[in-house]
């Protein structure tokens, strides 16, 4: 079930968003929703970013206090 939303935007911003949008073959309420369920996700459930996932595993020890430490101790 979908519901309507309203929303006030500047139109120049509505304008690159049609355009962004038919050119990716989507509506810009699917643009809208994919953006909102995004943003709206609890920490717990968030997908890792790129750059960390690419960073998993180069740590020696995976305990944020000792990585906190480290830089303290680099940047002093």
Do not use: C, F, N, W
């Not at 699917?30 to 690419?54: G, H, I, N």
Request: aromatic share 6%; no cysteine.
């Amino acid at each position: 079930m979908t519901t309507k939303l309203t929303l006030s935007l500047d139109p120049a911003v509505i304008t690159r968003a049609k355009r962004y949008a038919k050119h990716q073959g989507v509506s810009v309420s699917a643009m809208v929703e994919t953006y909102l369920a995004a943003v709206s996700q609890p920490v717990e459930s968030a997908k890792p970013s790129q750059v960390r996932r690419r960073l998993q595993g180069v740590l020696k020890s995976a305990d944020p206090a000792a990585y906190r430490r480290h830089l303290e101790r680099k940047y002093k």
